[in-house]
């Protein structure tokens, strides 16, 4: 286990290299630069982008700019970002717990209500209950995270006013209590979007795991012992179905990273997504780079820790 | 867009009436905007948002006044300088700075930080947008420790214009930093200035508070605070307006307005504005650009498909009332315009014949050629910019009926801009946010470079005549005789055409009803936000929240 554990690792660190390196490449390919913007005032003089371009080594072949990357990413300075007027160190260190926040909320409402759900479904086959919680599942699945996020900003925020319609935190928040209150009310809304559609993913899933084993041999057996029903579930054969669900999380984790790109900046949250989407925009090079870093070590961090979860769940694989 | 016709009667009626603000002291602003700032120290600022902050945390020398005349400086109101003296010669002015104005930190404002000021945006390692605006500046030095000399290269009838560009810095607490690490340092992010309001947090990306000075030489603003609250999505920061959430957008989007002019807790009403769009020909060859532009080299060409152009059907279909068609590379605002220029009429029998007499016949498919060329061409626009965008495909329709075959480009902004500084382009649909002064003239239209840099005539219109037009306007000291040059100037752009002036945008702004309003700068309504108030009665539960330690 260790070794396939290391190996994992071997492989992330690669995965992530090769991620970082097409990302610095891709997006100094990309026509403009971070001083573009300044064009836009006919009063500042062209001749400042320049200037600054080359204050910043942005005039550099493309090999030597990469070169000067490395040499700083092993100081531990991932640069500065123009965008924001930080450290790009800093501005991942702002955004990084609230995308955290978020999508931890998102994974776990929707991983535990997907479960749920797709197990009761299994167990219960073929009823008009679980045929209509088939049909919404599919109709979660094929609505775009956007289209979702305003329906929810129209909906429950604007129109009945019980969510706050963006943001984390009030303006005015306050302290403690107060805030913490504050803040899982902001919370509701964009980790709801998430988790229905991670929870839609899921649930799918797990029905067809359930349906797998609600007839096999060991599930039989422990209901010949006597064994109660809810216990047959729980204990025997959700416990079983549990190892497809595990793998698909691997699979999820990229898409909502991409996801919450889109859910963020519906719901002015100030996370990482929406540092990544403002950061392209204004080719903020330094931050796109950081950004990408850190997310594919999220992905990356996030695929390993399913393929523990398959490990735990089928002893099997630990094995292997 | 037809049901904005009522809606704009109570718009132009709010725009052109400006209430008497109210005395009562306290509540709160919450400023909604898509962006945060990009820096609070105005010598590095680039951005609108950035502008807005630092304007509001440092105050200049002087103020331009409301006619936001630029020339001389009998306009101008003293912030920090409480006088001005000229020299002789008018190469030098002495400013006399107010004895009782402060840091927010207490301490008081000094000549050695109007002189931090000059050196900071002089100092090329700080990369400071301002530096062309304060090129006529020679140098400033302090006479003692309440006055300062500004030297000027030579005379120029907006060298006080350049003077307020310096902006006085707190010289105990950046005067250390070394150069070029002013961008980077602490100071930059949490800075202490001299204007009414002082920072209180900047949660990058989320908000960023502003609290008032009680204490100020100008007097304590009557607003406890303002807060900027950033939403980068643009129908998410409509909802939050329409919730009660923020208290202050501008510029609304146009297809929002119908809408909001119905919330009851919302005044919606419009101002003018300082940005026009044009559809500018490139006149040299985008491949080669030594060489001139096979088609829009020929100022003929150029007159012809201006000619087709029905702008003020374009400006109606796109904007209904709020946008005007621009009069050339100007804004009505400016005290330099002039309405009565002769433009070029919609005329599109004229157009066609006058590209028919420039051997332009049309082919089988409709399309023009001479000489075996089609008169065809591309035209970039940005996708950020669905006004530009339509303009486009209108102006393509248009084109199309006198035998002219325009494709469109639809371009991300960064992609658009960067297209646009390398001149590769045959045409773009541009815009230009311009300023109450018209020296801008001559950094986005002429072909000389503009002082302290280059030119960003991308566009390669070249006219000796309108050059040495704008050099006269630019600097005659007599405000008739500017005047005079400048409608030369903008008279000879119009007639060459190297550009088809679309429309000059009104600004349309929402504001909550409880807040009462002062006059309303066009080119900078934040000025005013010392005087905004809100009425005890009228006060919501946030207006009493105490201010964020």
């Known amino acids: 286990m260790r070794r396939v554990l290391l190996a994992r690792l071997g492989q992330g660190a690669i995965v992530i290299a090769l991620v970082v390196t097409i990302g610095f490449v891709l997006i100094r390919l990309m026509p403009g630069d971070p001083f573009v913007a300044a064009l836009d005032n006919e009063g500042v003089a062209p001749q400042l982008r320049d200037q600054l371009r080359a204050q910043y080594g942005f005039d550099r072949p493309l090999p030597e700019q990469f070169l000067r990357f490395i040499g700083q990413l092993l100081r531990g300075d991932l640069g500065w970002s123009f965008s924001r007027s930080q450290r790009v160190a800093a501005v991942l260190g702002d955004v990084l717990p609230a995308t955290a926040l978020l999508m931890g909320t998102a994974l776990l409402l929707g991983g535990i209500g997907g479960v749920l759900v797709g197990a009761w479904q299994g167990w219960r086959g073929d009823t008009s209950g679980t045929r209509w919680v088939s049909r919404a599942s599919l109709l979660l699945l094929s609505v775009p995270e956007f289209v979702l996020a305003l329906l929810f900003v129209l909906g429950p925020a604007l129109l009945l006013g019980w969510f706050p319609v963006a943001g984390m935190q009030s303006d005015f928040a306050g302290s403690g209590l107060a805030a913490l209150r504050d803040l899982l009310h902001h919370l509701v809304l964009p980790a709801g979007t998430l988790a229905l559609l991670i929870g839609a993913v899921v649930a799918r899933h797990q029905r067809r795991a359930v349906l797998g084993v609600a007839d096999a041999e060991f599930v039989r057996a422990a209901r010949a012992k006597g064994v109660p029903e809810s216990r047959v579930l729980f204990r025997h054969a959700l416990r079983n179905a549990l190892v497809p669900v595990f793998t698909l999380a691997g699979v999820v984790f990229p898409a909502l990273v991409s996801g919450a790109v889109l859910v963020e900046r519906v719901f002015a949250w100030p996370g990482m997504g929406r540092a990544i989407v403002e950061a392209v925009l204004r080719r903020d090079y330094p931050l796109v780079v950081g950004a990408v870093m850190v997310s594919s070590l999220f992905v990356v961090l996030g695929t390993m820790l399913a393929d523990l979860a398959v490990a735990w769940a089928d002893p099997r694989q630990r094995r292997a | ?549």
């Open chain 2, 1 to 549: 867009m037809r049901r904005l016709f009522p809606l704009l009667a109570l718009v132009a009626v709010l725009a052109c009436g400006s209430e008497s603000a109210g005395g009562a002291r306290g509540g709160t602003v919450i400023i909604g905007t898509p962006a945060d700032a990009d820096a609070l120290l105005m010598p590095l600022v680039d951005g609108v948002q950035g502008r807005i902050v630092s304007e509001l945390l440092f105050d200049r020398l002087a103020d331009i006044g409301p006619s936001l005349n630029t020339v001389g400086d009998v306009d101008y109101q003293p912030r920090l300088a409480q006088r001005w003296t000229w020299s002789g010669d008018s190469l030098a002015i002495v400013f006399a700075l107010h004895p009782e104005a402060r840091w927010h930190d207490g301490r008081p404002v000094r000549a050695a930080d109007v002189v931090l000021g000059f050196t900071v945006i002089r100092d090329s390692a700080n990369g400071s947008p301002l530096n062309a605006a304060t090129a006529l500046i020679a140098d400033v030095t302090a006479i003692d420790s309440l006055a300062v000399e500004m030297r000027f290269t030579r005379r120029a009838p907006e060298q006080f214009h350049a003077a307020t560009q310096v902006v006085p810095l707190p010289a105990h607490l950046l005067g250390a930093i070394p150069s070029g690490g002013l961008r980077t340092s602490e100071a930059a992010s949490a800075p202490v200035g001299s204007g009414r309001f002082k920072l209180v947090r900047w949660e990058r990306g989320a908000r960023l508070e502003l609290a008032a000075v009680p204490d100020h030489y100008r007097g304590r603003p009557k607003l406890d605070r303002v807060l900027f609250s950033i939403t980068p999505e643009i129908a998410t920061g409509m909802a939050r307006l329409k919730a009660g959430e923020i208290d202050v957008w501008d510029p609304l989007p146009p297809a929002e307005i119908a809408d909001l002019v119905q919330q009851p807790t919302l005044r919606v009403f419009s101002s003018p504005s300082f940005d026009y769009s044009f559809l500018a020909f490139n006149a040299r060859d985008p491949k080669v650009p030594t060489r001139p532009h096979p088609l829009f080299a020929d100022r003929t060409l150029r007159r012809a498909l201006t000619l087709a152009v029905d702008r003020g059907t374009l400006v109606k279909a796109i904007f209904d009332t709020l946008a005007l068609p621009a009069l050339g590379p100007m804004v009505r605002s400016q005290a330099t315009a002039d309405t009565t220029l002769r433009q070029i009429p919609f005329d599109r029998a004229a157009a066609a014949a006058l590209l028919d007499s420039a051997g332009w016949v049309r082919g089988a498919d409709g399309v023009r050629r001479k000489g075996g060329r089609r008169l065809a061409f591309t035209v970039n626009v940005p996708s950020t910019s669905r006004s530009r965008e339509r303009a486009a495909v209108l102006i393509q329709e248009q084109l199309r009926e006198v035998g002219v075959a325009m494709e469109i480009e639809r371009m991300d902004f960064a992609v658009f801009l960067a297209a646009q500084t390398s001149s590769r382009f045959d045409a773009i649909v541009g815009g230009t946010r311009t300023t109450p002064s018209p020296g801008g003239l001559r950094g986005s239209w002429a072909s000389a470079a503009i002082p302290g840099g280059g030119t960003q005539n991308a566009w390669h219109y070249e006219s000796a005549a309108f050059d040495s037009a704008v050099a006269a306007g630019l600097g005659a000291m007599d405000p008739v005789e500017s005047k005079a040059h400048l409608r030369r100037a903008y008279q000879t752009i119009i007639d060459d055409a190297p550009a088809i002036w679309l429309f000059e945008l009104k600004n349309v702004s929402a504001v909550h009803a409880r807040i009462v309003l002062p006059p309303w700068r066009p080119d900078a309504w934040w000025s005013t936000l010392g005087d905004w108030s809100i009425e005890p009665s009228k006060r919501l539960p946030r207006d009493a929240t105490p201010a964020t330690p």
